[in-house]
């Protein structure tokens, strides 16, 4: 699994692949310090499974980074890396389509175990920000859920988590519909369907309902890219 760093400060990305390289699993580390030279990477780089991305780079700052990255790159999920990790900074980074949020002031086991929950293709959203929510949340996050115990799903169907999991990584509704095989029409039947059982209005809040409820989602790597 290849992982693209995007920050501009060196003892931080080296920080970062030293986590990554206690997930568990074998992974590459690319980094990046610009935003450029991360939409580079990524145009060289095609099987990049992930990206942990700064919102404050030299040549973007804010969720433009992120929206720049998603514009070009929809397949490949992003998690959100900021030292300003307040409820709005996290609400801006989901809407635009980050599939989670770590701040910068986690302890590394928790990052450890955020970084495991991201890479099983789970969310992780920062507990003081879940607590906001009007259900309790874990004070951490535990290493993901066997595939093989039961996993709750919220009277969710087995093709509804299908679309539940690629829109938590931030994917547009044409993006779902060549992954899954499906029609436009059938994906948003399942959207709104996925919304009422969850009680949720939007994908914003479907991602914090995830995290917050525990929702075990199916793992879908990106798709590989022709040559």
Do not use: W
């Not at 992120?66 to 609400?91: G, H, M």
């Not at 389509?97 to 293709?121: C, D, E, H, Q, Y």
């Not at 539940?164 to 993006?175: F, I, P, S």
Request: charged fraction near 20%; glycine fraction near 6%.
């Amino acid at each position: 699994m290849k992982v693209l760093v995007v920050d501009d400060h060196p003892l931080i990305r080296e920080a970062l692949a030293n986590v990554l390289a206690e997930v568990g699993r074998t992974v590459e580390v690319v980094q990046a310090d610009r935003l450029d030279g991360a939409l580079a990477l990524l145009a060289a780089h095609p099987d990049t499974s992930l990206i942990l991305l700064d919102l404050m780079l030299p040549d973007a700052e804010g969720v433009s980074a992120l929206e720049r990255v998603r514009a070009a790159y929809p397949d490949v999920p992003v998690v959100v890396l900021s030292a300003t990790d307040n409820r709005t900074t996290v609400l801006a980074a989901i809407d635009a389509g980050a599939m989670g949020f770590i701040s910068k002031r986690t302890a590394s086991p928790i990052l450890v175990n955020a970084l495991r929950l991201v890479l099983a293709g789970e969310v992780y959203i920062p507990a003081e920000v879940l607590r906001s929510e009007t259900a309790p949340a874990p004070a951490r996050p535990g290493p993901p859920a066997s595939r093989d115990s039961a996993a709750p799903t919220h009277g969710l169907t087995s093709r509804q988590l299908d679309v539940l999991a690629l829109l938590v990584q931030g994917k547009q509704n044409k993006v779902i519909c060549r992954e899954l095989n499906l029609a436009e029409g059938t994906i948003k039947t399942h959207t709104a369907a996925i919304y009422r059982e969850l009680g949720v209005n939007n994908r914003t809040q479907a991602v914090f309902a995830v995290s917050r409820l525990g929702i075990q989602l199916p793992f879908r790597p990106a798709p590989p890219v022709a040559e």
